[in-house]
């Protein structure tokens, strides 16, 4: 795994989880599994152990809107010293590609919500009820997994006869698509900005490629790529759909395909206005396949070009990995390494190293977030 991000990562963890530091290889292998494996039946060493090992404040989940959240209500009345606090990610709301599929999720919230839905505006009911439930287990973030952008003009009596058509049963045309995840996304949005929510979009996979694999072992196993989709004018038309109603809260963007960084870091400065301080529209980290070295380098130097790196909100690890705490090692590490070749090189001045430590390096890796999110 020599130049894969996995070599860094692995033996990241096993430094500063188990305190190895031999190399993992054929040789060290069973001596390194064995005392791993030994250290892994302690207390420490158990989820709430690490997570204290390594001084988390807080950690976001991703919850669908259907969710109990009955684990984040044990861990608040346990008095866990870490706030584990769920994110709101409806995206089964706005899947109208399988009518079956869809109708099973929308009665599925309607038995949560407690709402009776036979309409549209049922639906926004039912999800409304859900989002009030979310706030109150303490979610203050939204995340949403699109291929791409959607800022189709449409009317509500199209969005209510779409939606009568695929709650019954029949296929959408691809028109009919865009125009009903356009309109659920606006009302998403509008949801996060009443409540002062942050929205993040995680946009640009290709999912599901290899069709038998995915009959064998179903989604999201492996098998998705960076996408290429043009986004940048539907990006474009979305925000302004909802800044220029004045429904635009604290947003955070995260590009798959590296193509995009310039254009993510440019369309930030359309939208920023000053509200919730600087920085309420920010370009997000490198993310999955771009959050190793090489993407997170491109993406902080894109910002720092287009934009500004001290307003930066830092790392985000969507890892399912729960040994994946130093991956937010790793990026202070590239930031650091990114702003110490400046200095050398005289880009940035020596004497204000101090400076730079502190209110650069400090805020993006973590007085920033802290600020932004207000937790």
């Not at 036979?118 to 939204?142: M, N, P, T, W, Y």
């Not at 009903?180 to 996304?185: E, L």
């Amino acid at each position: 795994t020599m130049r894969n991000p996995l070599y860094h990562w692995t033996h990241l963890e096993l430094k500063t989880a188990f305190g190895v530091t031999d190399l993992l290889c054929p040789q060290t292998a069973r001596k390194i599994y064995d005392e791993c494996t030994e250290k892994l039946q302690k207390p420490e060493f158990f989820a709430r152990g690490l997570m204290q090992h390594y001084n988390v404040e807080v950690v976001c989940t991703t919850d669908d809107p259907v969710d109990s959240l009955e684990h984040h209500i044990k861990v608040a009345e346990d008095g866990f010293a870490v706030r584990m606090l769920p994110t709101w990610r409806p995206d089964k709301a706005m899947a109208v590609e399988v009518p079956a599929n869809f109708r099973a999720y929308i009665e599925k919230l309607s038995e949560v919500s407690g709402v009776e839905i036979r309409k549209f505006s049922d639906v926004i009911d039912a999800l409304r009820v859900r989002h009030k439930f979310f706030e109150q287990v303490g979610c203050r973030l939204s995340d949403h997994g699109i291929e791409e952008f959607y800022a189709e003009d449409y009317t509500q009596a199209e969005i209510d006869a779409i939606f009568n058509k695929v709650f019954g049963g029949t296929e959408l045309s691809r028109e009919e698509i865009r125009k009903f995840k356009t309109a659920m996304m606006v009302e998403f949005a509008v949801m996060d900005h009443e409540t002062g929510w942050t929205q993040q979009f995680h946009y640009g996979a290709i999912r599901d490629n290899n069709s038998r694999m995915f009959r064998q072992l179903g989604p999201d196993t492996g098998f998705d790529s960076i996408g290429d989709f043009t986004v940048g004018k539907a990006m474009s038309k979305f925000f302004d759909m909802l800044d220029r109603n004045d429904k635009l809260t604290k947003t955070i963007i995260y590009n798959l395909n590296p193509r995009d960084n310039e254009l993510v870091a440019t369309m930030l400065g359309n939208f920023q206005d000053g509200r919730y301080g600087a920085g309420k529209i920010q370009f997000g980290s490198g993310w999955w396949f771009l959050d190793q070295k090489d993407g997170m380098e491109k993406q902080m130097n894109a910002l720092s070009t287009l934009g500004l790196l001290s307003r930066f909100v830092g790392m985000l690890t969507d890892s399912r990995s729960f040994l994946s705490y130093p991956r937010h090692e790793y990026f202070r590490r590239t930031l650091c390494n990114l702003l110490g070749n400046d200095i050398e090189q005289g880009l940035l001045p020596a004497s204000e190293i101090e400076f730079i430590g502190r209110e650069i390096v400090e805020g993006v890796c973590y007085r920033n977030a802290k600020n932004y999110f207000q937790f």
